[in-house]
């Protein structure tokens, strides 16, 4: 049974860093396309940024380009997400989804998700 687990998140100041990694396990995922969803409270989930199963294309919700930077690790089944320049409005939930398929930006495209994160960026 493939899970996903999130961990990184925190309370961070605006302008801080912050840096979430997602761990999968009971699978193979060499072939996996990953990605990251956020839900702030009272706003439905949304994209956030996806990358492909070799790590060689991404893509950024306009929100967040230039400040977040996705990569995958080293290890077929870790994927991490760099976010700097953190903003009040970034602060939400963080929820790591994978797929086996090719997958676009629509959260119903992922098979696989996380419990998720708490990211709160507060003064």
């Known amino acids: 049974q493939v899970q996903l687990e999130e961990s990184g998140g925190g309370l961070v100041q605006p302008g801080g860093s912050l840096r979430l990694a997602c761990v999968a396990s009971?699978?193979?995922?060499?072939?996996?396309?990953w990605a990251w969803f956020r839900r702030a409270p009272g706003k439905e989930r949304e994209f956030v940024a996806r990358?492909?199963?070799?790590?060689?294309?991404?893509d950024y919700a306009d929100s967040v380009k230039g400040r977040f930077t996705i990569s995958k690790g080293h290890a077929e089944n870790t994927m991490w997400i760099q976010m700097n320049s953190l903003k009040l409005e970034d602060t939400a939930v963080y929820y790591c989804?994978?797929?086996?398929?090719?997958?676009?930006?629509?959260?119903?495209?992922?098979?696989?998700w996380g419990q998720g994160t708490q990211v709160t960026v507060s003064i």
């Open positions: 990358i492909n199963w070799s790590g060689s294309n991404s």
């Open positions: 009971g699978g193979a995922f060499a072939n996996y396309n």
């Open positions: 989804a994978a797929s086996p398929l090719p997958v676009g930006s629509e959260w119903f495209q992922y098979q696989f």
